[in-house]
């Protein structure tokens, strides 16, 4: 499962982590301490918040959709990997 998560209530700091089940339903466990995509560099589109994940597979890639946004702008990334918890 991909999901939307932040360090602290006070910013705008959404990052995009992977968790595993091994029924789909109960007992998630992070892919890592980390999340799989961070926020962008100081002055990206996406310097302030990334999140929305959604996953699609085609053929051996992994294809993870966001949106993303600062304080001027908002938008849709694309982030591509054959390992679906990244590079």
Same mark, same amino acid.
Request: proline fraction near 5%; hydrophobic fraction near 35%; charged fraction near 15%.
């Given at each position: 499962?991909?999901?939307? @998560?932040? +360090? !602290?209530? /006070?910013? @705008?700091?959404?990052?995009?982590? =992977? @968790?595993?089940?091994? !029924?789909?339903? /109960? +007992?998630?466990?992070?892919?890592? $301490?980390? $999340? *799989? =995509?961070?926020?962008?560099?100081?002055?990206?589109?996406?310097?302030?918040?990334?999140?929305?994940?959604?996953? *699609?597979?085609?053929?051996? /890639?992994?294809? =993870?959709?966001?949106?993303?946004?600062? !304080?001027?702008?908002?938008? *849709?990334?694309?982030?591509?990997?054959? +390992? *679906? @918890?990244?590079?």
């Amino acid at each position: 499962m991909f999901y939307e @998560a932040k +360090n !602290d209530m /006070t910013h @705008a700091d959404y990052q995009i982590g =992977l @968790a595993f089940s091994s !029924d789909g339903e /109960t +007992n998630w466990v992070r892919s890592g $301490p980390e $999340p *799989i =995509l961070s926020f962008g560099k100081s002055g990206g589109w996406d310097q302030q918040s990334v999140g929305g994940p959604a996953a *699609i597979k085609v053929g051996e /890639t992994w294809y =993870l959709f966001f949106s993303g946004g600062s !304080d001027i702008f908002d938008g *849709i990334g694309v982030a591509s990997s054959k +390992n *679906i @918890a990244g590079p």
